[in-house]
């Protein structure tokens, strides 16, 4: 990005709020209309201060990441101003903070924001985390990337105006109290709720539906326009209906909005595919040219595990999660609750509701436990999740989506056989949300006893041998209470990944991609007549290299046999085109299946209850 200077006049110009009379709330505004060397000018208006010295930050770390990001990296031009205009004495303690001086005097600081998306090649942001400027067609305001607080003012209410080209329409799911088609106002009652309320501007494209009394939002930005909200609806509000019923009872937000941001791949745009959960919402980023059908079963997957977030996280955390610190965090013991009873949900759900048979299900959690079998299997994993921003922990964060995911269905399948079927994880999940709630955070140390005492012994038994000791999950027993044993199953593979896992092709020093020399073609390959070193240069018209090799390996998990497929290769030197049609190569895999039918009605009670 070009180099940009911010002067005095231009960091007085954001309206006439700058210097207005103290109010009790912040006032935050910022300037989507006039973006400037892609950036974006943020101006604070503070409450009064009763001490001589203050510090704004910007957040270190948010929810739902578990990584140390630095968004403070992305601001400059940090300027504090007394009433009448003078500039106050700012130190910068460390990236994400500035010190000011003279804080009684304080009337605003200003400061210009940088985005993420276009730099993610060299700065690791989680996309669907990140932000994105791009004047007059779109800006991804994960709030915390343009908004700070106050030191000991994050419990003060936040009104923040946004001014936005009159294009350009903010998807959300806060309430936007000024009538203006090119202002918005929000007000939020502490920094916390502010930060959990992203918004996307972008040309309107959106679908409303109603879920019981939960009001759906669909809104979806494609760079070329071949993606609608209409086209991703129909399967969005199957699934969220499906959901909700799967829920019952519980249900803590009365507006849910999914912000879908599809990329073009190009190194300049985001290429960190996946979701980040909000309390009434979720961010999205996938690549627009995936095919249709797998971009929907993706957003499926993805969507429906952060929509899950609403009972853990947000109806059953810990002190922790409540009084979340962005900068100084301290992290909570039950990662296996928040992230793997969510995506354990978001694949229960899928067979109880019949959108997913039985044995896919299985498929999909052996493939989880062979996952997971990568990491150590005798980590402490509430230690693991207290400590998950420190090494080696932290290079086992996928885990709490895997192990995590299995520590949920093993409690699911005890509790099933202890309650001879009556109860399971979902009625555990209700119980505790009666118990807390989203205003009341539980004791770290007290979770497990508190779940004891709702469900039966050999729960807590499991909880203090599996997870919070270094015992080895006997997976296989756990099926077996169900009548599930272990078989081999057939499936189609990825045409570049052995196992799923172990890559068919390398990159050269042209960043080109490049069938190893080594590996023995596989039937995709041999199919097309693919040889060692061939040199992939595109398929179906679409150029690949190391930039969007990931699209490549999305794009193939929606290929099926017989699809028609142009593969052009350079090989000896010389391009050409390879034309015919998929053969996917098949895998053989552990997994499990049913075989005792005397166990069918617990199996039932499981899956179907």
Request: glycine residues 6%; negative net charge.
């Given at each position: ?17 700058a210097f207005a009379q103290k109010s009790k709330d912040i006032q935050v505004a910022i300037d989507l ?446 099926f077996t209470k169900m009548g599930v044993t272990k078989t081999t199953i057939k499936t189609p593979g ?22 190893l020399p080594t590996v023995t073609p596989n039937a995709f390959m041999t199919n097309l007549g693919l ?79």
């Open positions: 990005m070009k180099k940009f200077i911010c002067t005095l006049a231009i960091a007085l110009s954001l309206g006439s709020m209309k006039n973006v400037k060397d892609d950036k974006v000018m943020v101006s604070i208006t503070p409450p009064a201060f009763d001490t001589e010295t203050t510090t704004f930050f910007i957040p270190k770390i948010v929810p739902g990441t578990y990584s140390e990001d630095n968004y403070g990296k992305y601001v400059e031009g940090f300027k504090a101003f007394d009433k009448k205009g003078k500039e106050l004495t700012v130190t910068k303690p460390d990236e994400n903070s500035w010190k000011i001086e003279g804080a009684k005097k304080l009337a605003k600081v200003t400061y210009l924001v940088n985005d993420t998306y276009d730099i993610e090649n060299t700065h690791d942001i989680f996309s669907p985390a990140g932000t994105n400027i791009l004047a007059d067609k779109n800006f991804v305001l994960n709030i915390h990337g343009f908004i700070g607080y106050f030191e000991n003012k994050g419990e003060t209410p936040y009104t923040v105006t946004i001014s936005h080209p009159s294009n350009l329409w903010g998807a959300t799911s806060l309430i936007d109290t000024d009538a203006s088609n090119e202002v918005d106002v929000f007000t939020s009652p502490r920094y916390p709720d502010l930060v959990d309320h992203p918004i996307m501007y972008t040309k309107p494209d959106y679908t409303t539906f109603k879920v019981d009394d939960m009001d759906i939002l669909i809104a979806v930005y494609s760079p070329t326009g071949k993606i609608t909200a209409k086209m991703l609806t129909p399967e969005m509000e199957t699934m969220m209906r499906a959901q909700k019923k799967f829920l019952g009872p519980i249900n803590s937000t009365k507006k849910y909005s999914v912000l879908i941001y599809l990329t073009d791949g190009t190194p300049d745009d985001a290429h960190g595919y996946g979701a980040l959960e909000h309390t009434t919402s979720t961010t999205v980023v996938m690549p627009e040219d995936y095919p249709l059908d797998q971009l929907k079963s993706t957003l499926k997957d993805v969507v429906s595990h952060e929509f899950f977030h609403i009972v853990t996280p947000l109806s059953v955390h810990s002190k922790e999660i409540h009084y979340f610190n962005y900068n100084t965090p301290k992290m909570s013991e039950h990662l296996w609750m928040y992230e793997g009873v969510t995506e354990y949900f978001a694949n229960l759900f899928q067979v109880n509701q019949g959108l997913i048979t039985e044995d896919e299900f299985y498929q999909r959690m052996s493939e989880k436990i062979a996952q997971s079998k990568g990491f150590d299997d005798t980590m402490n994993f509430t230690n693991m999740s207290k400590n998950i921003l420190l090494k080696p922990y932290k290079d086992a964060y996928y885990n709490v989506y895997l192990k995590g995911a299995l520590i949920a269905m093993c409690i699911d399948i005890q509790m099933r056989e202890s309650s001879n079927g009556q109860k399971g994880i979902l009625t555990l999940m209700r119980d505790l949300s009666k118990e807390y709630g989203s205003n009341k955070p539980f004791n770290d140390e007290d979770l497990f006893a508190t779940i004891t005492r709702l469900t039966y012994p050999e729960v807590g038994e499991f909880l203090k041998k599996y997870v919070a000791g270094t015992t080895p999950i006997p997976y296989d027993q756990y990825n045409p570049f990944l052995k196992d799923g896992q172990i890559p068919m092709v390398t990159i050269n020093p042209a960043k080109e991609i490049v069938i040889r060692n070193s061939d040199v992939i240069l595109g398929v179906n018209g679409k150029a690949y290299n190391l930039d969007n090799i990931y699209d490549l390996l999305g794009a193939s998990e929606g290929w099926k046999e017989g699809d028609a497929i142009t593969v052009k290769i350079r090989r000896d030197s010389k391009e050409q085109d390879i034309k015919g049609t998929v053969k996917l190569p098949v895998e053989e895999t552990e997994g499990f299946h049913a075989t005792e039918s005397a166990k069918n009605k617990l199996k039932e009670a499981w899956l179907k209850g």
